[in-house]
């Protein structure tokens, strides 16, 4: 037996891997969600979410990819997970991304391929939205320039591509390396941690969706969750998911605060106060 | 339906049962006094003579029948039942008639025109000539102002020494052309009249019949040439009152002014309104002296303005060989004018003579060099490899094309091929030594990277430059030809990912460039060196572009240009289908699965399935057609196909998933039958009569499952793969 059966889940509940069903239309992210949309649907070019460690920046990218309706935006998601990529592979890919076959390995060719996919799009009634996840790990300048010269590419006032950067704070560094296009940000938008109420809020979506029928987590013990991981998400998730781990080993049909304890001690959690 | 009809409906279906067929048809034929005009009567009498073996009596009754129909205004059904006539006898030419006739009257004239084709065709195998020409001109009558197919007939007449009757097509044309103010057209037709009737005159009043010299046609335009009475207001409009000159400024300027980027010469300063339009009032109407056919005043030389001017005009009506009739009359006077040959480039590649575009490109690259325009000479030379790469044409191959360009020539240049490599004698091209050496090195180096080429070697621009040099050298288009592909064969290698055992040298036959006559003689095909390849290209490289062009060119054409131009017309027709077409086609389909046509009806089905309106009402009777032709795996595939090809309504699902049960039902696979069942089910448990027939299954101890993946798990898997395709990892 494990703890999905003993509290009878069909599923983890608070496992750490973005899974949209799991996703947790809070206030903020709803609102993040409306805002980067409205920037997509109107070809703002450039639009930025920022936020901490953990607060749903990544969940909101995969989100907001299914949410594109594929009959009217050519959508594509692109995670950075190395700093050092160039900004010719950072072409290539978004080229590859929006439908084009064969890149040119020669960089005029290639621009002129992406113009001629961007307009093919447009004519398709399309708009082309490329999501950029870790986007604070692209800071060099170089990269950044070549965003703002595919930023320029318009026809007749209309952005042929949008932008939407997701990353940490740090991103409003990265976008300040290149001025000219920091300017060129139309939407922005922070991510926040929850308050306690959306924590607990956040918990009890999460729960039900994983099948659970009845609220396994004490009053108390939600506060504390509040308190160890600070209304970060990802950090709610952990904390949770270690303590219905605990509540199973010492079989506690409802999680309390000191279980709580226990289990942001264990992972080394500091605590506001 | 009153009573004796039904009884005597019923004792006839008795007879037929039995095999007692005339006796039915004797039944059948009591209510023909009747209805006369009932087509289901003959209808059926038809059918019966053909389980009868009587064909042609069968035939006849189903004209019959088809005529009652479309008298009593159900074309469909006419149609129909004339098709089912030609199915039975195709022998029957008026019977394709009859049914043009019925497919015009419906609105389907891309049928109608098929319909009368194959009428027209068959009278002329039967060498009845004016059967086909009657057919003829009723497709004409279809689009009564399309002037292609008339004169087409009227030419078809003359062929055939038709006389009366291809004069009497021209004269029609005639009227189109009046009508449409193209005045110089209607001369055109007089003319061949005239050579087919020399006794020909026109009706009075007409103007062209007292033109006598071609002017511009210029838009409501009554008269052919410009004259002008000085007391007219016309007059008065444009000669101001203070100077009596034309006031440049004047919006009378406008109508013969074109609409043309190239308004410079407009300009008040230009030589047109310095020199041409300063008029002073006399007693003497105010004349354009035109010189026939060429629009050029005899008394006087143009400016280039003015035969610029003149060619804009032409062009815009598309006159074209008017246009250039301007343009070369002004080359004589102007033969370095820039603006000149940029315009007869312009015009030769309207007209599609791509041997008169390649010429004119070579004497504007000339020209520009001379002015020392490199960037404009560039973009010409650019222009120019692009057509004689895609657009040589056998008339180019075979005779010389005149690259006489104003540079020195040298014939001293010579650039020998030896067998084994391409080595150009760099020392006495007058090249720089550094792009001497890099050419040298680059064609005579082993494999190289393709970037490490293109970056340290500028082959591109040595190439350029050795284009250059062969064209000033006046050699024949063939050479030219040869020494593109070589370029274009280098400019691959580059594009190349880096193939370590390639080489990129190029081996050529033995033979030299002097060998090849530089003075434009033309030469034959077989001098002209097929260079042979290095080891891993092969020979398709070389694309014997005459050869495969001479067919296309000169290959026989089966269809007369008559046939052609009725095709064009029926395609145009074809394309313009809407939702009205849609309907029909249903419509059509449902006659002819009432006359047990299933082929015909699948046709229908499927041209009427196309459209939004009647989807899922044409994909439910082209399922039914199928399974009742026994093609029930087509029936099944067909409606998977739509689920998945098609995005489908809630509704539109529930229905094609519920037809596709019923099929596989029929073909015996009950789990599946079940499955979907019990997904309509768990949507709609009203949905028809979903509930018992699962119910059936159940009791029958089938169990539900899905064996396969099914449309919808791998719809959700594609769906699946689809939205990780759209994530990527930098």
């Known amino acids: 037996m494990n703890y999905l059966e003993f509290y009878r889940l069909k599923e983890q509940p608070f496992s750490i891997s973005v899974d949209n069903r799991f996703f947790y239309n809070s206030d903020q992210h709803s609102e993040a969600l409306v805002r980067l949309k409205y920037a997509a649907e109107h070809r703002k070019g450039l639009a930025v979410l920022v936020g901490d460690v953990g607060t749903g920046k990544t969940t909101l990218a995969r989100r907001m990819l299914d949410e594109l309706d594929e009959n009217q935006f050519e959508s594509a998601l692109l995670v950075v997970i190395h700093a050092s ?42 708009k082309a939205v490329v999501l950029i996840d870790e986007a604070q790990m692209l800071h ?6 070549e965003f703002r010269g595919m930023l320029n590419i318009e026809i007749e006032g209309e952005k042929l591509i949008t932008f ?10 990265t976008l300040a390396l290149d001025k000219p296009l920091q300017q060129r940000v139309a939407v922005r938008y922070q991510l926040r941690s929850f308050s306690e109420k959306a924590t607990q809020a956040y918990i009890k979506c999460r729960l039900e969706i994983a099948g659970a029928k009845k609220q396994l987590f004490a009053d108390g013990s939600i506060a504390a969750i509040h308190k160890y991981s600070e209304g970060l998400p990802r950090l709610i998730n952990t904390i949770c998911d270690n303590a219905l781990l605990e509540g199973f080993l010492v079989k506690k049909e409802t999680i309390d605060e000191k279980m709580i304890q226990e289990v942001a001690s264990d992972l080394k959690l500091s605590t506001a106060d | 339906m009153s009573f004796r009809k039904s009884s005597i409906i019923e004792k006839a279906k008795k007879l037929a049962s ?6 039915a048809i004797h039944e059948w034929e009591k209510m023909v006094s009747e209805s006369p005009d009932d087509g289901n009567i003959f209808n059926s009498i038809g059918d019966l003579y053909l389980k009868a073996n009587q064909k042609k009596k069968a035939t006849d009754i189903f004209v019959k029948a088809g005529e009652a129909f479309q008298s009593a205004g159900f074309e469909l059904k006419s149609i129909a039942v004339f098709k089912k006539a030609l199915k039975v006898d195709p022998s029957r030419v008026e019977i394709y008639e009859k049914l043009a006739s019925v497919n015009a009257e419906r609105g389907l004239i891309g049928n109608a025109i098929g319909d009368y084709l194959k009428a027209a065709k068959n009278y002329l195998q039967q060498d009845n000539f004016q059967a086909s020409l009657s057919v003829y001109r009723k497709i004409s009558d279809l689009d009564p102002e399309n002037t292609d197919i008339l004169v087409q007939i009227a030419e078809m007449c003359q062929k055939q020494d038709y006389r009366e009757e291809a004069i009497e097509e021209y004269k029609k044309v005639i009227a189109i052309f009046e009508a449409q103010g193209k005045t110089a057209d209607v001369e055109d037709i007089v003319e061949i009249i005239v050579d087919l009737d020399p006794s020909f005159t026109r009706e009075k009043g007409s103007p062209s019949s007292e033109a006598s010299s071609t002017e511009i046609p210029m838009p409501n335009e009554e008269e052919s040439t410009v004259i002008l009475d000085p007391e007219s207001p016309e007059y008065e409009a444009i000669v101001s009152d203070n100077e009596n000159t034309i006031d440049p400024e004047s919006p009378a300027y406008e109508p013969i002014i074109p609409d043309n980027e190239n308004t410079n010469f ?5 030589e047109l309104l310095t020199d041409e339009q300063t008029i002073y009032p006399s007693e003497e109407p105010f004349q354009v002296d035109r010189e026939e056919g060429t629009g050029v005043s005899s008394s006087e030389v143009k400016s280039l303005e ?20 301007q343009l070369n009359a002004a080359s004589e006077q102007y033969p370095s004018s820039i603006e000149l040959h940029l315009k007869l480039k312009e015009v030769y590649g309207k007209q599609g003579t791509t041997e008169k575009v390649v010429e004119e490109c070579s004497i504007l690259a000339s020209l520009y060099k001379e002015m020392g325009d490199e960037t404009k000479r560039q973009a010409i030379l650019d222009e120019l490899m692009t057509l004689t790469s895609k657009e040589i044409e056998s008339d180019l191959l075979s005779e010389t094309a005149s690259l006489e360009i104003e540079a020195p020539v040298d014939v001293e240049k010579e650039l020998p091929l030896i067998h084994g490599e391409r080595d150009f004698d760099f020392a006495n091209t007058g090249r720089s030594s550094t792009s001497n050496k890099n050419s040298e090195a680059a064609l005579n180096t082993g494999p190289l990277e393709g970037e490490k080429l293109s970056e340290e070697f500028s082959i591109e621009e040595e190439e350029m430059h050795l284009l250059e040099e062969d064209l000033s050298l006046s050699a024949s288009s063939q050479e030219i030809e040869q020494l593109v592909k070589t370029d274009e064969i280098l400019q691959e290698k580059i594009k190349d990912d880096p193939i370590a055992d390639d080489s990129i040298s190029i081996d050529f036959e033995e033979t030299t460039l002097t060998s090849i006559d530089f003075e434009n003689k033309p030469v034959a095909e077989a001098d002209i060196p097929e260079p042979s390849l290095g080891e891993k290209e092969t020979k398709e490289e070389y694309v014997d572009l005459q050869s495969i062009l001479s067919e296309d060119l000169w290959q026989e054409d089966n269809e007369s240009t008559l046939e052609k131009a009725i095709r064009n017309f029926q395609d145009k027709t074809q394309k313009n289908s809407d939702t009205q077409e849609i309907e029909t086609q249903y419509e059509l389909g449902i006659a002819y699965k009432e006359m047990g046509m299933l082929p015909e009806a699948i046709v229908a089905f499927e041209l009427a399935f196309q459209g939004e309106s009647r989807f899922l009402d044409a994909m439910k009777m082209l399922v039914t057609c199928h399974s009742e032709n026994g093609s029930i795996d087509v029936a099944v595939e067909l409606i998977q196909k739509a689920m998945t090809d098609r995005p489908c309504s809630k509704e539109a699902t529930i229905t094609l998933k519920y037809e596709l049960a019923l099929l596989y039902d029929q073909q015996g696979n009950k789990e599946r039958a079940l499955f979907l069942y019990e997904e309509i089910f768990k949507v709609d448990p009203r949905f028809r009569d979903v509930s018992s027939k699962r119910s059936v299954l159940v009791e029958n101890d089938f169990e539900s499952s899905w064996d396969a993946p099914h449309d ?19």
């Open chain 1, 85 to 126: 990529i160039s900004s010719h592979w950072l072409l290539r890919k978004i080229a590859v991304q929006l439908g084009i076959e064969d890149p040119s390995d020669e960089k005029s060719s290639l621009l002129s391929q992406l113009y001629d996919r961007l307009v093919e799009i447009r004519d398709s009634g399309k």
């Open chain 1, 164 to 173: 939407v950067f997701f990353g940490l704070m740090s991103l409003d560094d």
């Open chain 2, 266 to 270: 407009l300009e008040p300063e230009s």
């Open chain 2, 18 to 23: 039995k095999g007692q067929f005339d006796k």
């Open chain 1, 140 to 145: 060099h300048k170089e990269t950044m320039e």
């Open chain 2, 712 to 730: 919808e798990e791998v719809s959700k898997d594609e769906i699946k793969k689809k939205k990780k395709d759209r994530v990527s990892y930098l």
């Open chain 2, 306 to 325: 003015n035969y610029l001017t003149e060619a804009e005009v032409y062009c815009q009506y598309d006159l074209l060989d008017k246009a250039l009739d």
